[in-house]
């Protein structure tokens, strides 16, 4: 099975037809969509996980909160246009490895370079003069809350939207590899600011990224650094249990 079937050229073709205008529109569609599928799924998992809390209670919702995840959803609207303008230009190309087996070791490399990047990344956001200018708002949610994984500096989106697509650049990723790798950032994300493990308690062992390791990243703010796993903050000493 791949998925360089008929139906899937389509697709494709009717995206390459977009004007400028079609693209900006399904760029707010998509990313709003998105932003509420976070919230959606925070919830769900809060209410079905029977687990106990983390914490006892959660950061507060406020007004400047929501106006600042709008605008991280909008940073991440100029990123994706950015993506797009690039792939026209032909600075992105869309390689065409389509087997299940391709996909899956695509999807693997990007998670995997980029939570090298992202380890990086974060580390050098918590540099004081930094951390005061930008990095500092994510870290007032001590407790998190559904909105804590917008709550962003738009120069730290639009930072990470810039790693994604310079690795975009350097290799030929799959849309569906790239797709596929996004969704997968944004479940986690999620995830990762629950005030619910939702991960076995094992799998803190296999170097995975969990709940609790980025919760304590809130509580601590000098370890853990790394987003999907563990494995960097383990190799320069910033690991936390
Ligand atoms: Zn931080
Ligand atoms: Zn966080």
């Known amino acids: 099975m791949n998925f360089n079937g008929s139906g899937f050229s389509e697709y494709i073709k009717i995206l390459e037809r977009f004007t400028?205008?079609?693209?900006?529109?399904?760029?707010?569609?998509?990313?709003?969509?998105?932003?509420?599928?976070s919230i959606g799924l925070y919830f769900f998992i809060e209410k079905t996980c029977p687990k106990k809390k983390i914490q006892d209670f959660s950061h507060p919702i406020t007004r400047s909160d929501f106006y600042l995840s709008l605008l991280t959803v909008f940073c991440n609207c100029l990123v994706m246009l950015l993506g797009v303008?690039?792939?026209?230009?032909?600075?992105?190309?869309?390689?065409?490895h389509l087997s299940p087996v391709s996909i899956f070791f695509e999807v693997v490399i990007l998670i995997l370079l980029m939570d090298f990047c992202m380890y990086l990344f974060h580390y050098a956001a918590h540099m004081p003069f930094v951390y005061k200018r930008l990095h500092g708002k994510h870290h007032e949610?001590?407790?998190?809350?559904?909105?804590?994984?917008?709550?962003?500096?738009p120069v730290e989106t639009i930072g990470f939207g810039l790693m994604i697509l310079a690795l975009l650049v350097g290799y030929d990723f799959s849309v569906i590899s790239i797709t596929t790798?996004?969704?997968?950032?944004?479940?986690?994300?999620?995830?990762?600011?629950?005030?619910k493990e939702f991960f076995p308690p094992q799998f803190d062992r296999y170097f995975v990224g969990t709940t609790q390791f980025h919760n304590q990243h809130h509580?601590?703010?000098?370890?853990?650094?790394?987003?999907?796993?563990?494995?960097?903050?383990?190799i320069f000493k910033t690991y936390k249990k």
């Open 85 to 96: 303008f690039l792939w026209k230009n032909r600075w992105i190309e869309l390689g065409d």
């Open 219 to 234: 509580l601590d703010e000098t370890k853990n650094f790394g987003f999907y796993t563990s494995i960097w903050d383990r």
């Open 181 to 195: 790798y996004l969704f997968i950032n944004l479940v986690w994300g999620t995830i990762g600011h629950l005030n």
């Open 141 to 153: 949610h001590v407790h998190t809350n559904f909105l804590s994984l917008f709550v962003l500096h």
């Open 20 to 37: 400028g205008l079609e693209w900006i529109g399904f760029s707010l569609v998509v990313n709003i969509a998105l932003f509420l599928f």
